[in-house]
Structure formats: structure tokens, C-alpha cells
């Protein structure tokens, strides 16, 4: 077996892509690899890019600037954080990395595609290279497609957690037909099916949406002591946000005879540990139990 793997039981094996660098880990890594190169021919010196207060990606791009040599802007949702006292982990580590951030309402952030906010944007900022939430392009699929090599073609499944649709278009694009590519969804809403048609060039996959937990950034005891117990039996850690609630989409799928009898299955850890600080913030102050 793959020494890069971790062995969970006879049937689930961990690709931890979340070891593969210290703060651009998992697949913001292979997101950005592409997409820094792009920026670095076109001869730009900023990035710019969005997400919530509590990103894996704004912290990734971030680090990336830094590391790299980009000035970097994050076009944060929320503009309630504008007057806050204090800043989360996730936003005071990209503080700390250099980036400049630009608060704006949930309302104005639903049209953060729309080319005459982006044209307000450069009006603002000057000329930069932009990176959409999640860091999903093109380029950002491509860097995913590495993913999974010539040694994974074992596994009968490959899963992984779902944003933006990034990372299981580029699994879907690199798998072998005899595989599945099963997506996890960390947001409520079907809205994600058309993003993965747009890059995906494979129909072998399905979206399984009832492990959202409510919805982004929505968590409850039952997923907090799932996440404590597994990282207690296996030295794994997950996040709340995603490998937490695929994992233990996983082991219900299992007890609901999902799978078929005999088939291995691969997950794929995409990172985001560094969301733990700032999501036990939230616990503590809702005084639920919080992740160890």
C-alpha cells in the first residue's frame, strides 16, 4: 500500500494532501499552483480574491502573497466585521501575512461576479489578478487533477468534501472510468451540479447533500464529537467545515450498506485545519463542546 496514505480500516484510506504545505495546505495548494504562475507571466504584483470571515482560501492566498511576492486584497462577506473589536484567527493570520481586506455586505458580495463590480474593484485597487471565491478556475482545476496518481487507480471510490466545485472536477477529470467520485457538499443548495458540469469531463460522480449539517459553517455536538472521536482512534484531524462532515458522511454510508461489499474507498483530505480556532470560538461562546 501507498506509504503516502493512511490506513483508517480495511475499506478507508486518507490522502492526507492536507501535509503537503504548512499554511497553503491541501488542495488551496494545488488550487493556487497554476493560477500563481498565470499571475506571475502577466507581470501582476497584486491578488484579489473573496470569501468569508473564516476562509481557508483568503488564509491560503494570503500566506501565498506572502511567500511569493504579491500584495494581496481579500473582499471579505460581512460588513457587520468592518467595527469589530477583534479579528478571528483565519483574518488575523492573513492580517498578518499582509493582506488588506475590503468588508462588504452579504448583499453586494452576491454580485462579486458581475463586471461592473469587478470593474469598481480595479477602480479601487488598480490592476490585479483576480482569483474567485474558493480559487476555482480553470487553472485551479488543472492543479487539482494531480490530486490522484497511477497508484490510486485501486480504489473504487474517491470522496471528497465540495465548495466551489474545484477539487472533485479536477478528481472527476483525472479518475478512471471504473471509479466513483462521490462530492460532499459543505453548502445547502443544488446550485453546485452546474458549476462541476462547467469543468468536469466525466459523468462518473454524484453530489451526496444530506451531511451539510445545515449549511456552511453550520455545526452541532454530534459532529464536533465525531470529529474529536476520529482524530482520538485514527491521530487524524479534521475540519468542521469539510473533511469532518464527509468522514462522517462516510461511515454512514457505510452503515447504510452505500458502498459495495469488498470496495475500497479513498478521501481525500483538502486541508482547512486552521478554521479549528475560530470555529471553537464560536462553540465556546454558544458554550457547546469544542473540538480538540
Not at 500500500?1 to 497553503?24: A, R
Request: with cysteine; hydrophobic share 40%.
Amino acid at each position: 500500500m501507498d506509504k503516502t496514505l493512511i490506513v483508517i480500516d480495511n475499506h478507508v484510506f486518507i490522502k492526507p494532501e492536507y501535509l503537503n504545505h504548512e499554511f497553503i495546505s491541501g488542495n488551496k495548494l494545488r488550487k493556487l499552483k497554476y493560477n500563481l504562475k498565470e499571475a506571475k507571466r502577466l507581470k501582476k504584483n497584486v491578488l484579489l480574491t473573496f470569501g468569508g470571515a473564516f476562509s481557508n482560501h483568503i488564509a491560503a492566498v494570503a500566506y501565498a502573497g506572502k511567500e511569493y511576492g504579491f500584495e494581496t486584497i481579500g473582499v471579505i462577506r460581512g460588513e457587520e466585521l468592518v467595527n469589530s473589536a477583534k479579528l478571528n484567527p483565519t483574518l488575523a493570520f492573513a492580517r498578518e501575512c499582509g493582506m488588506t481586506f475590503k468588508f462588504i455586505s452579504r448583499h453586494e458580495y452576491r454580485t462579486k461576479t458581475d463586471v461592473l463590480f469587478i470593474e469598481k474593484l480595479r477602480n479601487e485597487f488598480g490592476d490585479f489578478y483576480l482569483i474567485p471565491e474558493g480559487g476555482t478556475n480553470v487553472l485551479a482545476v488543472k492543479g487539482c487533477e494531480e490530486i490522484l496518481t497511477v497508484a490510486d487507480k485501486k480504489f473504487d471510490y474517491i470522496c471528497c468534501p465540495v465548495g466551489t466545485g474545484g477539487t472533485i472536477s479536477g478528481l472527476i477529470n483525472s479518475s478512471y472510468n471504473t471509479q466513483k467520485i462521490i462530492g460532499f457538499p459543505a453548502l445547502k443548495g443544488d446550485f453546485l451540479q452546474e458549476e462541476i458540469i462547467k469543468f468536469a469531463n466525466n459523468s462518473n460522480w454524484e453530489l451526496i447533500s444530506e451531511y451539510h449539517f445545515g449549511g456552511y459553517a453550520k455545526i452541532n455536538e454530534q459532529l464536533v464529537h465525531f470529529i474529536n472521536q476520529f482524530k482520538s482512534r485514527h491521530k487524524v484531524a479534521l475540519d468542521p467545515i469539510y473533511t469532518g462532515k464527509m468522514m462522517f458522511g462516510i461511515y454512514d454510508l457505510l452503515d447504510k450498506g452505500y458502498f459495495k461489499k469488498g470496495s475500497k474507498i479513498l478521501a481525500i483530505h483538502t486541508g482547512g485545519l486552521q478554521g479549528i480556532d475560530g470555529m471553537n470560538e464560536k462553540l465556546r461562546q454558544q458554550n457547546m463542546p469544542i473540538i480538540v
